[in-house]
């Protein structure tokens, strides 16, 4: 079965075999929270309590306070590792016909900025992006973008490179999730989006910028396939889950995630990164490791923010005293407020 990653590079696709759609457990659209569920939400959390709340959030569960699983969540579970453990990463979305071209294009300091916008133009989709991400607030110019070649010069060959990949792994976090999970690869993909850049901004004294992107928007391809899983498997009387339920999933979504990235042959540094994050809770060692460790964190905590159910200027900056410097993880905190947050109000 030839990869993903190894398809970007131009060699032969083979299609994957159909999904099968989820059943019954669905993430539910986020009502609107009370006045005293915003306070709650915006008590000091412990990171163990921010990372439940996101998970439920990806959910559309409630909070809860119990820890210890009951006796018919370990029978799920039991089921639910046995499942995992054989789930066929092969399933997962193929390439776009336009991206191995396009990315061995970008590959090459030889190509011009208008060959990649005669192919980039190949794709509608993409083209969106591209000129989406052009106008942004982080690339804006005096003058306004015109052309698809204009907006390929203004990014680059490293900025077009971030855009294939979100054009790639968005419909893999949305379709992972299942038929019913639209709701839950919505929010892994804005999550993904977040954690992607705070990866590449905490990397980027010791890690390539790119593979840290990548890490970053990759980690969590594994949830949306516990999340499709769960649907199949979970009774439609299933309490509201456990703290220990939801961590023990995120623990099997890990190793789906290290297993989907090994198929599509990501880059070594990536798979040891990813590696060592499905490890937990052995601390991880490699610099990308400890970027993704943090960035996956601050991500949570940034979408939380976004939607009411955490302080939208949650200061995590003395969270891992030994990996980063407090004013480095502030700083982190502080552009992803201004890439997301602030540009979004904008309607950027």
Aim: one cysteine or more; hydrophobic letters at 40%; proline letters at 7%.
């Amino acid at each position: 079965m030839g990869s993903l990653w190894r398809r970007i590079l131009g060699y032969a696709e083979v299609a994957p075999p159909p999904r099968t759609p989820a059943r019954k457990f669905a993430a539910r659209p986020a009502a609107a929270p009370s006045a005293e569920e915003t306070a709650a939400a915006h008590e000091a959390m412990s990171l163990a309590e921010l990372r439940d709340r996101f998970h439920r959030y990806v959910l559309g569960l409630p909070d809860h306070v119990g820890d210890e699983p009951t006796q018919q969540e370990r029978a799920i579970l039991k089921r639910l590792q046995a499942t995992c453990g054989q789930f066929d990463v092969r399933s997962l979305p193929r390439l776009p016909t336009v991206l191995p071209q396009l990315l061995r294009s970008l590959k090459s300091d030889t190509v011009g900025g208008a060959q990649l916008a005669k192919l980039i133009g190949r794709d509608p989709v993409l083209v969106g992006e591209v000129m989406r991400v052009s106008r942004s607030i982080y690339y804006r110019t005096l003058h306004p973008i015109q052309s698809l070649q204009h907006a390929v010069v203004l990014l680059g060959q490293d900025g077009l490179r971030r855009v294939v990949t979100m054009h790639v792994m968005k419909p893999i976090l949305h379709a992972s999730a299942g038929m019913f999970g639209h709701v839950a690869g919505q929010r892994l993909w804005d999550h993904a989006e977040r954690c992607a850049h705070a990866c590449a901004y905490l990397g980027k004294s010791s890690s390539d910028p790119f593979e840290a992107y990548l890490a970053g928007i990759v980690c969590n391809t594994g949830t949306g396939a516990v999340v499709r899983v769960l649907d199949q498997e979970a009774p439609a009387e299933l309490g509201p889950l456990t703290n220990h339920f939801l961590a023990s999933c995120a623990q099997m979504a890990a190793h789906i995630s290290l297993r989907a990235a090994q198929h599509w042959n990501l880059p070594g540094k990536v798979l040891f990164a990813l590696q060592e994050r499905a490890e937990v809770p052995t601390e991880p060692e490699s610099p990308l490791g400890r970027a993704l460790m943090c960035a996956n964190t601050l991500a949570m905590a940034q979408v939380l923010g976004e939607h009411a159910l955490a302080a939208p200027d949650t200061d995590l900056s003395t969270a891992w005293p030994d990996v980063f410097t407090p004013a480095m993880i502030e700083r982190c905190q502080q552009d992803l407020r201004r890439q997301f947050r602030d540009s979004d109000s904008r309607g950027n």
